[in-house]
């Protein structure tokens, strides 16, 4: 039965005007929103303040990548690595370790030749997972005829392979030259030959990194096209091969490539609009549609991608991204998936040449919001029955199902419901037997991993949500989680890190690499463990609104109750709200600060936490009792200087010695920090060496034994990205001169061989023996992927990373 808007306010306990908000927001249907639990509803209304997640993420790794000058270079990643190539081309053969870690490839290995030697690159290297949490996964392809084949393209962990049907996933390379993955596209002539494209594209930011077109003839070894190793191919959105393997296209954020040589050597563009979607039909080279990214329209071509026309439409005007899918039992027949506000569905059925609206009516007989406010990130659509042209698939936050080509449309998963799929979706993918009678296995990819579908016809078929049956989730050792941050209790062994769209969760070293549990939902940031109580954890949902766990990391945030930066549902007002001064963060209640803000606990006091958001915010009180108008209190200890606050350190031995960073580059230094008001001095500036970055300053490491050596980090695909000071700041060296022109994210120091330092960067970890003035020729371990932070476990180090999860090293006995 139907629910009207004042019956679901009334039952969920929140205002009439929120709930088609609530209802177009996450893309759902009062029913489906009737069933939520209070905890989740909570959340969902959260999300309202923030509309436009998935941008902000892009922005924010965007900011970290800019030149002084605000530029990303084209080609910046594939530029870095080559002169590493040509550094390693001169050396001689690098040692077998560097500082403890495993340094020793060749040249010919380094981020994208052959895959090292009897697989010395993981030798001490274990990696920790997440092998139960998945990431976002925007390609799938599947042999035709072994059909436990198949592969995944992850957005920041690579491409991934399976022989049995996803039961267990291995990396195809971890030293793949770019692990930016946003496409599969296998030739249906010869299925050993198989295209990745990198860079993602679907976002406001279109510099995201990005090398060019991967293939393989062999499933397993992967090589660039080096013609696609342009600006041209920054973000390939979608590749098509033609139903003879002859042609290929690759849509990217500037437009369409056709290549029609067997070498794959020359590229022509055929069109210059940012395109998200290209597809031939699958029975016959000549035809074939493409659909753009963000300018609302659809184009057809009856040349074989030679030449193209503007597709036509009834209805409404189109606007944003545009989807497309032929119908297998009859290619004359396309569906187009347009984002509009939320989403609409329009049919061509004269091959793509013309579209007219469909219904798109939900199971109350209104229009349905089937993308959310989304349809620019999640959006995909299926149409390959072979029996029916009128039955589709359309993935938007949530999966719908329809039965009359789009006129009505019903859900068949619920986000919010473990059970049932994860959010976000981005690719639908049949069995390649699959028939429409006695095989109906479909594949879905999205910002969790891989799931399936056994029986599409009786999956989802619940009378009311949540739509559970017939799901199975196959991120089995899928380990492609992108982590911003982490930290380790060396009391109980316990690791939690803050992930991209998949939370703040947690590792239990007795549940092993499938056993993280998620402690807190939505975006996870950075994190903190109290040293001296094990119970305690700390991390952050975006724009610097910290939590605090007390349970050990055993729960999820069923209540949300655990904020201590200020913000509190206001059960009188029906809606998220703040407490007063002292026992709120201003900078976290106006967004003031990073997508991803800093925030650190004193090493030498576990009550003091400090936070950066224009300006820096303390807390000596972390752990007091959280109530709607009490709680940790909090004090402004350093002014705003006009850019938010992006790296921070607190001195061990020393909580007054405190150092800052800011995203414009700018570094402050304070010897009084523990003061009311301490006393701020500028550093890096004036001298006979002055710190000569002007871009994201990113990470602040300070010596345990010698505090006035202090190691500063920058973003940008620069060549001079990491910054020493012996003498408190006052003279600077540069260190950077044998890393890789990429941003530097994390630097760590051996906490008993301070001279061995290791850096994480945007290309994996490298090692140095002698205090930064020579580093590892490669960077063996963990992969080539970005190590957003490292940290220490007694002198085990663990790193954090961007797109394959975590993993640790023991560095004990060097």
């Known amino acids: 039965m139907a629910i009207s808007d004042e019956q679901l306010a009334r039952a969920k306990n929140i205002r009439i005007e929120q709930v088609p908000l609530l209802r177009r927001s996450r893309g759902a ?107 976002r996964t925007r390609g799938i392809v599947i042999h035709p005829e072994e059909p436990r084949k198949m592969w995944a393209a992850s957005a920041g962990g690579g491409v991934w392979h399976t022989q049995d049907g996803g039961g267990q996933w291995v990396p195809v390379d971890d030293f793949l030259g770019n692990l930016a993955c946003s496409c599969l596209a296998m030739d249906p002539t010869d299925p050993a030959t198989i295209y990745v494209g990198t860079g993602e594209g679907f976002s406001n930011s279109d510099a995201l990194r990005g090398n060019g077109v991967f293939s393989t003839t062999d499933g397993v070894n992967w090589a660039p096209i080096t013609a696609t190793q342009t600006a041209d191919f920054r973000a390939v959105t979608r590749i098509a091969v033609s139903p003879t393997g002859e042609v290929v296209l690759a849509a990217t954020t500037t437009g369409l490539f056709r290549c029609s040589d067997a070498e794959r050597n020359k590229w022509t563009q055929v069109l210059d609009v940012p395109l998200g979607i290209v597809l031939f039909d699958p029975t016959d080279d000549s035809r074939a549609v493409a659909g753009a990214l963000d300018a609302g329209a659809a184009f057809v071509s009856s040349d074989g991608g030679r030449t193209w026309q503007t597709a036509t439409h009834s209805g409404n005007p189109w606007s944003g991204r545009v989807e497309l899918a032929y119908a297998a039992k009859d290619p004359s027949i396309v569906y187009a998936s347009v984002q509009m506000t939320s989403g609409r569905i329009y049919r061509s059925t004269d091959g793509g040449q013309t579209y007219h609206p469909r219904q798109t009516l939900d199971s109350g007989g209104h229009v349905a919001d089937y993308l959310g406010d989304q349809g620019w990130y999640g959006n995909a659509v299926w149409a390959s029955d072979p029996t029916d042209e009128n039955l589709v698939v359309l993935g938007g936050v949530d999966l719908w199902r329809s039965t009359d080509g789009g006129d009505h449309i019903t859900e068949i998963s619920t986000w919010w419901d473990a059970r049932s799929v994860h959010a976000d979706h981005h690719a639908i993918v049949s069995h390649p037997s699959y028939n429409g009678t006695d095989n109906r296995t479909v594949f879905f990819g999205n910002d969790g991993g891989v799931f399936t579908a056994d029986d599409l016809a009786q999956t989802g078929t619940e009378q009311e949500p949540p739509f559970v049956n017939g799901w199975t989730e196959l991120d089995n050792n899928y380990g492609v989680t992108q982590f911003y941050s982490g930290a380790g209790n060396r009391l109980s062994g316990k690791i939690i890190g803050g992930a991209q769209d998949n939370g703040t969760i947690c590792f239990d070293p007795g549940q092993g690499t499938e056993g993280w549990q998620q402690i807190f939902g939505g975006d996870g940031g950075w994190c903190a463990c109290d040293p001296n109580d094990s119970e305690v954890f700390y991390g952050e949902y975006v724009f610097l609104n910290i939590h605090r766990n007390t349970d050990g990391g055993t729960s999820d945030d069923t209540e949300g109750d655990r904020y201590i930066s200020g913000q509190f549902w206001n059960n009188d007002l029906r809606e998220w709200d703040w407490k007063p001064l002292p026992f709120r963060i201003p900078d976290a209640m106006t967004n003031q600060a990073l997508f991803i803000a800093p925030f650190a606990l004193d090493p030498n006091n576990s009550d003091r936490l400090l936070a950066g958001g224009l300006s820096l915010w303390r807390t000596n009180n972390a752990k007091e009792p959280n109530t709607p108008t009490s709680g940790p209190s909090w004090q402004a200890v350093k002014p705003s200087a006009g850019a938010k606050i992006s790296a921070l350190a607190v001195a061990s031995g020393n909580s007054d010695l405190i150092w800052v960073g800011h995203v414009n580059g700018m570094l402050f230094r304070t010897v009084n920090g523990t003061a009311a008001t301490p006393t701020w001095s500028r550093v890096g500036v004036t001298g006979p060496s002055p710190l000569r970055p002007r871009r994201y300053l990113t990470c602040i490491t300070i010596d345990p034994a010698h505090p006035d050596t202090v190691f500063v980090a920058f973003g940008g695909f620069e060549p001079d990205n990491l910054w020493v000071t012996h003498d408190g700041g006052v003279q600077w060296t540069q260190l950077a001169e044998t890393l890789p022109d990429v941003p530097i994210r994390a630097v760590a120091i051996h906490p008993r061989r301070t001279e061995f330092l290791y850096c994480g960067t945007e290309v994996g970890l490298f090692a140095s023996e002698d205090d930064g003035a020579n580093w590892s020729a490669t960077n063996e371990g963990p992969t080539n992927c970005s190590v957003d932070q490292l940290f220490w476990m007694d002198e085990t180090l663990v790193s954090a990373t961007h797109g394959r999860g975590m993993f640790r090293i023991d560095l004990s006995t060097v």
């Open 29 to 135: 249907t009062n029913e489906t929103l009737q069933g939520l639990p209070d905890a989740a509803v909570r959340r969902a209304l959260r999300r309202l303040n923030y509309p436009d997640l998935p941008n902000a993420r892009g922005l924010f790794r965007l900011a970290q990548e800019r030149s002084d000058d605000g530029t990303v270079p084209a080609h910046a990643q594939g530029t870095a690595l080559d002169r590493m190539r040509s550094l390693l081309a001169t050396r001689e053969a690098p040692p077998a370790h560097t500082a403890g870690v495993p340094t020793g490839l060749t040249g010919e290995g380094f981020a994208g030749g052959p895959t090292p030697t009897a697989g010395m690159q993981l030798a001490q290297w274990e990696w920790l997972g997440p092998g139960n949490i998945g990431g």
